[in-house]
């Protein structure tokens, strides 16, 4: 038997210490040797370092450590078999305060974000308070520089309007112009240079142009009109004019169906009331020049077309009779002063005293119209007037081949009729040129004087031709 084998049934030998490992390899397989010393030789270079303490641990057996200095100790840890109970806490020496806490990158990166989004809600909150003043602050500006455009277009206006006129001054020499007394044009108080704008003459009432018929109104009056027919008489558009004035509502109830003409068969028109949108509410008083029976027959067909048909309540002094639907009106007849006129029931009594009738001769107006808070009267009109203007007055002039239209309106206050006048500029501009059309007038001018608007518009026979072509279509699509 080989050396080294353990004989079968023996107990195994343990093996022993120091040298005898080499024997126990000695003993084993060649290719263990091999494999032992090929190892040491590949890992002994890469380690020289520990060669020596191999050779002590090889060669000199155990070693101990060697002794700790002075004042050191060594913890043990004891494990006494109390799993289950916490160990007492170890005190906390205190310590000096700590630094900043170190944050992480992560939570940097979330306080950059909330820091930059803080600052673009700032950034983006300051850019709208800029805009918005800046927005604020070019209104301001617009509507000054509007303010005090106006005031000077009316300041010049004013000092154009106070020079005296080439025809007053006599023809001749120079010396008849130096012949101008100083106080056509006066000056300031203590400027010597300015010229007092010379305030405009305020357009006539239609009351004092109508005369005796113009003490009769309705009970409340907003809406005053004087139309004197005898001097449209003449005009070329007198028959479209008389056309279109017979095809009114209000005129077809009281004489429609007559045969009589409003242009050739009447000289003047007197009419008041809250509104003209209804006859029932309207006080009228019409001048005539046709034979008074002729009349009495056209007042007495119209109040055979009444319903209820109307009658004859009195005959003498002067006849007067009920007319329109249910009785609502009273007519009465006046042949002495070639006049007729109707109002509603609760004006009996009026008409009954009402004795001086007489129209004042027609001068150059033909239509003249005065109309409290206007922006009712327009409001279902393409025309916008401002709330602010109280009483609105035009009147109509024809000219050999165009009419002039005048406007005077009465504002609040100076500052708000400078207003006033960009807001119906910028309204009767949209009037006057209507999409795809030609303008219907020329460009009207505007100017405030004070609280006052005035204003001036030339419409030629054309354009008026236009205009009543328009109104008649607009008539008849209200009777359908």
């Not at 080989?2 to 060649?30: C, E, F, I, K």
């Not at 060697?66 to 916490?86: H, T």
């Not at 028109?269 to 046709?290: C, E, I, R």
């Not at 009483?391 to 000219?399: E, G, Q």
Request: glycine residues 6%; charged residues 25%.
């Amino acid at each position: 038997m080989v050396d080294g084998t353990q004989p079968r049934g023996a107990a195994p030998t343990p093996p022993r210490h120091g040298r005898d490992w080499w024997a126990l390899a000695s003993t084993s397989r060649p290719a263990f040797r091999w494999a032992l010393l090929a190892a040491l030789l590949v890992h002994a270079p890469l380690a020289p370092a520990l060669v020596p303490g191999w050779v002590r641990i090889l060669f000199r057996g155990e070693e101990t450590a060697p002794p700790l200095p002075e004042g050191v100790e060594v913890p043990i840890d004891l494990d006494m078999g109390f799993e289950d109970e916490a160990p007492p806490p170890t005190p906390v020496p205190e310590m000096a305060p700590s630094a900043p806490e170190v944050t992480t990158e992560d939570d940097d990166d979330d306080e950059e974000e909330d820091k930059a989004e803080a600052a673009e809600e700032a950034r983006r909150k300051a850019r709208e308070k800029a805009e918005r003043e800046k927005a604020e602050r070019e209104k301001a500006e617009r509507e000054k520089a509007e303010r005090e455009k106006a005031r000077a277009a009316a300041s010049a206006s004013s000092v154009a309007s106070a020079a005296p006129a080439p025809s007053a001054v006599p023809s001749g020499s120079a010396s008849a112009v130096a012949s101008v007394p100083p106080s056509a044009a006066p000056l300031a108080s203590g400027s010597g240079s300015a010229p007092v704008p010379t305030p405009a003459p305020p357009i006539e009432d239609p009351s004092k142009l109508a005369g005796q018929p113009g003490a009769v109104q309705a009970k409340a009056t907003n809406v005053m009109i004087y139309l004197a027919t005898d001097v449209a008489r003449g005009h070329e558009l007198a028959p479209m004019l008389g056309t279109l004035l017979g095809k009114i509502p209000q005129w077809k109830e009281l004489l429609g169906g007559t045969g009589l003409d409003p242009i050739r068969d009447f000289d003047h028109v007197w009419l008041t009331g809250p509104h003209m949108q209804s006859s029932k509410v309207v006080v009228a008083v019409v001048d005539y020049n046709v034979p008074a029976d002729r009349m009495q027959r056209a007042v007495e067909a119209a109040m055979a077309a009444s319903k209820p048909p109307g009658r004859w309540l009195t005959t003498k002094p002067t006849p007067l009779g009920v007319l329109g639907d249910e009785g609502a009106q009273r007519v009465s007849l006046r042949p002495d002063k070639h006049a007729v006129v109707v109002a509603p029931a609760e004006a009996e009594s009026q008409l009954r005293a009402a004795k001086d009738l007489k129209f004042n001769r027609s001068g150059a107006t033909l239509l003249a119209m005065t109309m409290r808070t206007p922006w009712r009267g327009f409001m279902h009109t393409p025309l916008r007037f401002p709330k602010s203007i109280g009483l609105l007055k035009l009147t109509l002039t024809p000219r050999e081949s165009d009419f002039v239209l005048k406007l005077e309106a009465t504002d609040e206050s100076p500052d708000l009729a400078l207003r006033s006048v960009v807001e119906l500029t910028e309204s009767i501009e949209e009037v006057r040129k209507p999409p795809f059309l030609a303008p219907f007038f020329d460009k009207p001018t505007l100017k405030a004087e004070g609280n006052r608007i005035l204003g001036e518009v030339t419409v030629t026979n054309v354009q008026l031709r236009r205009i009543f072509a328009m109104v008649e279509t607009l008539l008849a699509l209200q009777r359908r």
